[in-house]
């Protein structure tokens, strides 16, 4: 069983940084890749960004490429987001997701809020 708790949400104006930190904790052993979703009001769920976690291997949804980075901390096993000029389309909840196969998850973290006015 894994255990995502994300933190770093807020309120920004556009233009804005903030940066996401998902501390991760339990059985972590095969972790595959982990990532980073998005939820706004009356939307589906979204891929932002994921990682491999032994590999490194980014992608990033269209949307937030050139803005947003995606880091990990393996020792201790911590998942970044770093997002700079930050956008009112970018207000959601955003959620830490892991997996045990590359782009499949199964555990997230409750989410934070992150809300961009313009």
């Known amino acids: 069983q894994v255990q995502l708790v994300e933190s770093g949400g807020g309120l920004v104006q556009a233009g804005d940084s903030l940066r996401l930190s998902c501390a991760a904790s339990?059985?972590?052993?095969?972790?595959?890749?982990m990532g980073w979703f998005r939820q706004a009001p009356g939307k589906e769920r979204e891929l932002v960004a994921d990682?491999?976690?032994?590999?490194?291997?980014?992608r990033f949804a269209d949307s937030v490429k050139g803005r947003f980075t995606i880091s990990r901390d393996s020792l201790n096993n911590t998942l970044y987001l770093q997002m700079n000029n930050l956008q009112p389309e970018d207000t959601a909840v955003y959620y830490c997701?892991?997996?045990?196969?590359?782009?499949?998850?199964?555990?997230w973290g409750q989410g934070t809020q992150v809300t961009v006015s313009s």
């Open positions: 339990g059985r972590l052993y095969g972790i595959s890749s």
């Open positions: 990682i491999g976690w032994s590999s490194g291997k980014t």
């Open positions: 997701a892991a997996g045990y196969f590359t782009g499949v998850y199964n555990t």
